[in-house]
């Protein structure tokens, strides 16, 4: 493998071939060596990689090559579109040709969400009545026929236009219903495809599905794999925690059963079965809705309470188990997939109302008119992931992010990866030199009622000097709106562009504003954090006005918290720190993109020179200049 990465990395190997002006870089022929040797070896790799370091096509060399000499399936999962996007349209294209120049073929498949994908079925049915009419969505029906039967489109980003979501709901494979696919179907196409590929690109999201599918199931929609590739690793366990979370609400139940009586099958039953099944009905959600009274009562609306007791579900349970053993005995044709659905709602009901797991977080939500919401969810994925996934194959973890001082344990502890290499290789960016640390000396504490003042009237001082290209990250949408409010009349006076994330809004629309226009400010909070990409002089300052500790008033956070302090550990330094500094270090990112970038990051929250652990947090961001004035902007920001 060794003699392989010198021959496509090294100076006048395979890249520099493909690549005008390539030259090699040792950190990353050090990730593509040491993922090599651990594929081979079989083992775990952590590898922490500054920006810049070539960390993907790192990975990607080595992992290319042992799949294709091994007859092996190696997954790909990124958290962020933008990096899946540069994987599957720029460096595995590569990788191919490289791969090619040592005569051995390639093969690799990029795989979403089935909602992401047209139905040909659903497509074809409405490009007929769209030969009959003229209206626009007609027009629109008629191209995406086009691009999906001339140029092979099959997913939505593929068409290359929008599409508007009323329309791709028509068209969207995402509810698939069929048992057996017609050979037009284009996910058939897809399936083929990735069962034929070394490489399969997807996000972390599809994957962790795909593992509750196998958990449950024994099978998943993937193909099995050999290897494992996380990129983007630090977000792994958020993720994970999430797809693997329950819920269970009174809707969940109604649709499913209004669904099931409108089905044929179910109106061609004999008038007293279908009364009997009906009574059924009636009877579970009778049961259910005296459950999710005595669980709601006293609680306000859009609250929640973390549930410390059993819920008694055992006569739900059973009801709406008679009810699918007698219609499973009817041998009620074309309603299985419903059938599935109601016993998967009634098995998550009882593991919610068993609260039997200490690994896991149970709690109630009540939105609107007492609509109760149950929810379970595992506080780590330490214990789903070392069982299901690294005691079975060998995965490497990569991130930017994921160590504290070279120190990998708090994360390897979180997501339960054990016996393990390890590789960190910095940054080639200029810290010392191009960047500099702001933390202004006039801050008042972060939770006092002047600080979004003070944010708003920082900032207008702050964009005195930078004049635009300015990102600004918080910690939560009411603080964002609050500072955005105060803000705005400045910017508008003075003609800045000032752009707020909004729930839902298309983050990389703004994005690209800052990229094209200078006079651009872009406040951003969640998803901000990770995965913008501004490199050169578009961006040159990130300002986050408080350190992004975890909200203690979230279920998950809060369970942790308990489960933390019940065990006698400090909840703060080993959990709330740990987590804020891998998120800043994210948030400080921004700003380097490549070595051309220049600028400064500023923090406006005071603990970051009052409190003892100050030093702490310095330490664990990239060696670079120091200041507490506004004003020495003057000296970092580029001319
Ligand atoms: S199998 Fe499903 S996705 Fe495929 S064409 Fe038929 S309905 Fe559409």
Redesign the pocket.
């Known amino acids: 493998m060794e003699e392989f990465i010198q021959r496509a990395l090294g100076a006048g190997g395979h890249l520099a071939k493909l690549v005008k002006g390539y030259s090699p870089r040792a950190p990353q022929m050090l990730i593509a060596n040491k993922v090599g040797t651990a594929l081979e070896e079989g083992r775990h790799l952590l590898a922490e990689a500054g920006t810049g370091t070539g960390k993907s096509l790192g990975y990607l060399i080595p992992a290319a090559r042992w799949a294709v000499e091994n007859k092996k399936t190696v997954i790909v999962c990124t958290h962020t579109i933008p990096l899946m996007t540069q994987i599957v349209n720029v460096e595995l294209p590569r990788v191919q040709q490289i791969l090619k120049m040592e005569r051995q073929n390639l093969r690799y498949q990029l795989v979403k969400g089935k909602s992401h994908y047209v139905?040909?079925?659903?497509l074809e049915n409405l490009w007929q009545e769209a030969l009959r009419s003229v209206s626009e969505e007609a027009k629109i029906v008629q191209k995406i026929f086009k691009a999906v039967t001339r140029e092979n489109v099959a997913d939505r980003t593929g068409l290359g236009f929008d599409v508007e979501d009323s329309l791709w709901h028509k068209i969207s494979?995402g509810s698939?219903?069929?048992v057996t696919?017609?050979d037009?179907?284009?996910?058939?196409d897809l399936k083929e495809k990735m069962y034929k590929s070394h490489i399969i690109v997807t996000n972390h999201a599809y994957f962790f599905s795909d593992l509750v599918m196998r958990r449950k199931t024994g099978n998943g929609s993937l193909p099995d794999y050999d290897a494992v590739i996380f990129d983007e690793a630090h977000e792994m366990e958020d993720v994970c925690c999430q797809i693997f979370e329950k819920t269970v609400d009174v809707n969940r139940f109604e649709a499913l059963f209004e669904h099931l009586f409108r089905r044929d099958a179910f109106r061609e039953l004999d008038n007293r079965t279908q009364l009997m099944l009906t009574q059924l009905r009636q009877d579970f959600q009778r049961k259910l809705d005296q459950v999710y009274a005595k669980v709601g009562k006293g609680m306000e609306n859009d609250a929640y309470r973390l549930l410390d007791e059993k819920i008694d579900v055992s006569d739900v349970c059973s009801t709406l188990t008679q009810f699918i053993d007698k219609l499973k005995a009817l041998n009620v044709r074309g309603v299985s997939d419903i059938l599935d659905k109601l016993f998967e709602g009634n098995d998550d009901l009882d593991f919610i109302g068993s609260n039997s797991k200490r690994s896991w977080a149970y709690w109630a939500t009540v939105h609107g008119r007492n609509n109760v919401t149950l929810h379970a969810a595992p506080l780590f994925p330490k214990v789903i992931l070392a069982s299901s996934l690294f005691n079975k194959v060998p995965v490497i973890l990569a991130s930017a992010t994921m160590s504290s001082g070279g120190n990998f344990s708090f994360f390897a502890g979180r997501v339960g990866v054990k016996d393990y290499d390890t590789v960190v290789v910095d940054s080639p960016f200029d810290y010392a030199n191009k960047t500099m640390l702001i933390v202004p000396d006039d801050a008042p504490d972060p939770n006092s009622p002047e600080f979004n003042r003070y944010t708003a009237e920082k900032l207008e001082e702050i964009t005195m000097y930078t004049g635009g290209r300015m990102l600004v990250l918080f910690t939560s949408f009411d603080s964002m709106n609050q500072v955005a409010r105060r803000f705005h009349p400045y910017c508008s006076e003075r003609g800045y562009h000032l752009l707020v994330q909004y729930p839902g809004c298309n983050r990389e629309e703004l994005i690209q504003q800052l990229k094209e226009e200078p006079r651009t400010i872009v406040f951003g909070s969640s998803s901000f954090w990770t995965g913008v990409d501004v490199a050169g002089d578009a961006l040159t300052t990130v300002v986050i006005p408080r350190l992004p500790f975890p909200h203690p008033d979230e279920p998950l956070i809060k369970a942790q918290v308990e489960l933390l302090e019940k065990a006698n550990r400090s909840s703060f330094f080993d959990y709330m720190f740990p987590k804020m500094i891998f998120k800043l270090k994210q948030g400080f990112g921004r700003l380097n993109r490549s070595i051309h970038c220049q600028g400064a990051v500023i923090i406006l929250d005071n603990r970051l020179r009052t409190k003892r652990y100050k030093g702490l947090i310095i330490r664990s961001l990239p060696k670079c200049k120091y200041s507490s004035k506004v004003s020495d902007l003057v000296h970092i920001l580029p001319v």
């Open positions: 139905c040909y079925t659903k494979a698939c219903p069929a696919k017609p037009s179907c284009l996910l058939e």
